[in-house]
């Protein structure tokens, strides 16, 4: 049991693309917060220290890790090498999110079918590709799910391999969601009509010219030409030979019984006559299909059906790039277990979403990164604070206990009391290798004064009383504990710490 994530199509790079398509991969792993983590045993102790998705030697880059959820998963891995992405079990919140547009991005990329999928089933949300749209200036759009009959076929072979019950089931995920008014077309019905047979054709007499008009009409020829055979199998064999036919064949044709499901065939798909066939002899329509559909021809002239139909806007809204969403927003958790255990104590309060303010270890200066006014406050409140703090230092006065032993034990005991509190490794390392400077050691005594000062509030999370991911958001993301989180967060961030701190 679990959530998995994968993509069902196989994606074959030009050359030209491969580089490209790494950065991408890795831009979207580590603004979405994939991170993996390298643990440091000290005075009895051991501590986790954060490092967010990169490329190790060798070419791989694994994380089980996601930081704005703040969960553990099963490990993951992109090998920059070969261009292949996996992962086991993701959950339901950032972890899948973010493995689900990487899953999107191979999609987009491949020239083939194949779909971004949860639990074997597709996803059809755009927010996967605004997301994608904002974070790497791209302007993809859904176009390429509009081929919808060379889409389920693909799908729905791929179900047969997986012995499915009903290949069909899901099928219609494959047209994006809010889209569905651009999918009306020929494709669509002659899927409506493979999964629905007759009844979808009853009223087709009564709109003269249409395209069910013109299969129902072909229908009749075909059921007739099936219902006077001597030998149905016969009679099948020949129906099959002329889908195969090119088209001065069936033009030329003179079988009497053949004559008119040919004049059909000059501008009705194959599939159609195929379909036809299949549900006249109570046959499994894909079976037949994939026996044939290679070997089909494909040189029928359609008319043109769906006349009222705005076509040129239609398509436009089809090609035109997927809006850009931008990150706080597409990793918003608003599930309906996202709050649901919510404390007493905590009824009434605001609930918890991520926003710009939890990302300040990316920020960057430009607007992918927008701190509010309000922690823009809090941290002009801090800077001051360290700067007395660093003054204390530079007067000379003693340490009580060394910088090294000091900054692991406050770590240690935060990570004891809020749960999961953990230096990013660059920062870590960084401090204690200047912990002689009174900017770095400033730096951690008002660390120090934030964990005592957010204990009532960071408080709650003994509430969490079972698997991490089942508690509240309100719980496990409480007041108390995110203050620390951005805290350490900016120190990560040296741009932005030098803005604040100027150091």
Known sequence: MGTFGGYSGKLHLKKEQKDQFVKQVMKLLNYGGM????????YGS???LLIPAEIFPGGECSFWYNYF???FWETAEFDAGSCEFWSEKIGSQEFNDVVTAVNFLYELYDENSGFAEINGEIVNSTGYVGWINHLLGTDFSMKKRFNLWENAEYYVFQRMKQRYNDPMDGVMNIIPDGMERYAIS???ADLMYV???ADALKEAEDAPGSYAADVHACRKAVYGFLYSADSPDDAVSRLMELVRSRRKQREECSDPGLKEIAGYSLFLPARVIVYLVAEHQKKNFWVLWKEIYKDIYHDEVMKSYFSGKPEGEWRRAIEAPIPPVRTSKFLRQDNWFTFRRTPEELKGKRNYYVSDDDRLYWWDG??????SNETDKWLKDLAEEHHS??????EG???KEPFFEKFLKLLIEADRYYNRICPFRSMFYEFMDHGSGPEYSAAVELFGRLVERNKEAGKIIEKVDGAWGLASRNVTHNAGRMQLKRYLSVMANRKLRLKYFGF
């Open 397 to 399: 006065k003693p340490e």
């Open 389 to 394: 703090l660093m003054c204390e230092k530079t």
């Open 186 to 188: 020929t494709e669509l």
């Open 35 to 42: 991170m993996s983590f390298e643990e440091v045993s000290m």
């Open 195 to 197: 999964k629905e047979g």
């Open 46 to 48: 051991e501590l986790g």
């Open 366 to 371: 430009s607007d992918e990164v927008i701190i």
């Open 69 to 71: 959820e703040d969960d």
